[in-house]
């Protein structure tokens, strides 16, 4: 291959300054729509209950093609439930309190377990404060316990 081959095949000069012009002023415009984006998000985030990365995965998937998208999804859910089941995600939410409540009839300390949950809804007082309860120190449950 001679010196005369190898110049053809470089991009004119005029086509390669007229793209890194157009790629740099797309670059500044898109900054300028990502700063904006980012001031919503933020906004959003601190006074509408907007979780980002939830949105930001759902943003994801809307660009993604359907097909891809369907098996990211099927895989996800599979793998989701692959983890809860090795709980992977630690002990169970506090909010399961609500349907360990409902199914209180089924367990021997059901009424316990209903009437903690009526308390924790309600706002459940300090026993420190609570001077109705008796509030033993330590060595009074110690000396009970033996």
Not at 33 to 54: C, F, S
Not at 59 to 78: G, Q, W
């Given at each position: 291959?001679?010196?005369?081959?190898?110049?053809?095949?470089?991009?004119?000069?005029?086509?390669?300054?007229?793209?890194?012009?157009?790629?740099?002023?797309?670059?500044?415009?898109?900054?300028?729509?990502?700063?904006?984006?980012?001031?919503?998000?933020?906004?959003?985030?601190?006074?509408?209950?907007?979780?980002?990365?939830?949105?930001?995965?759902?943003?994801?998937?809307?660009?993604?093609?359907?097909?891809?998208?369907?098996?990211?999804?099927?895989?996800?859910?599979?793998?989701?439930?692959?983890a809860q089941e090795a709980m992977l995600f630690g002990a169970a939410h506090v909010g399961?309190?609500?349907?360990?409540?409902?199914?209180?009839?089924?367990?021997?300390?059901?009424?316990?377990?209903?009437?903690?949950?009526?308390?924790?809804?309600?706002?459940?007082?300090?026993?420190?404060?609570?001077?109705?309860?008796?509030?033993?120190?330590?060595?009074?449950?110690?000396?009970?316990?033996?």
């Amino acid at each position: 291959m001679s010196a005369n081959d190898e110049a053809e095949r470089v991009a004119p000069k005029k086509l390669v300054l007229s793209l890194v012009k157009r790629i740099n002023e797309n670059k500044t415009r898109v900054q300028s729509i990502n700063g904006e984006v980012g001031a919503e998000v933020k906004e959003a985030v601190e006074n509408k209950h907007l979780h980002a990365g939830a949105m930001k995965a759902v943003a994801k998937l809307v660009r993604m093609d359907p097909e891809k998208r369907d098996d990211f999804l099927r895989a996800y859910r599979l793998y989701f439930d692959y983890a809860q089941e090795a709980m992977l995600f630690g002990a169970a939410h506090v909010g399961d309190l609500v349907d360990e409540a409902e199914s209180a009839h089924e367990h021997p300390l059901g009424d316990v377990v209903a009437d903690n949950v009526r308390k924790l809804k309600s706002g459940m007082r300090n026993r420190r404060e609570d001077t109705s309860i008796p509030n033993p120190s330590i060595e009074e449950s110690v000396a009970a316990a033996e």
